[in-house]
Nanobody
Framework: QSQLVESGGGLVQPGGSLRLSCAAS????????IGWFRQAPGKEREGVAC????????RYADSVKGRFTISRDNAKNTGYLQMNSLKPEDTAVYYC???????????????????WGQGTQVTVSS
């Protein structure tokens, strides 16, 4: 069974950090773009970051630029989202997704992704 599993979410104080992981099983993540998305209560899902299959062409939402870093370790079949300087407005369920074709663009569209994780809750609160 091919799937993505996120981990690393939790409760953190403003200004704190978390690292989310996205582990793939049942398929090789090497050939896929990885995207991170989030959905806050009452809001639409939004793109946070994406990275192409070779680890280049990084794209970030304006709201997270300079604070979040997307990366991948193809040897471990895993993607990551390092989140620093977290703010209460970063509170959301975070999802990773994998897409076989296409490129990362600044639009950070969630279209055409082949696999989605189940989501991990990130809560930023004092």
């Amino acid at each position: 069974q091919s799937q993505l599993v996120e981990s690393g979410g939790g409760l953190v104080q403003p200004g704190g950090s978390l690292r989310l992981s996205c582990a793939a099983s049942g398929f090789t993540l090497d050939y896929y773009i990885i995207g991170w998305f989030r959905q806050a209560p009452g809001k639409e899902r939004e793109g946070v970051a994406c990275i192409n299959s070779s680890g280049g062409n990084l794209r970030y939402a304006d709201s997270v630029k300079g604070r979040f870093t997307i990366s991948r370790d193809n040897a471990k079949n895993t993607g990551y989202l390092q989140m620093n300087s977290l703010k209460p407005e970063d509170t959301a369920v975070y999802y990773c997704a994998a897409r076989r074709f296409g490129v990362c663009t600044s639009r950070l569209s969630d279209a055409d992704y082949n696999y989605w994780g189940q989501g991990t809750q990130v809560t930023v609160s004092s």
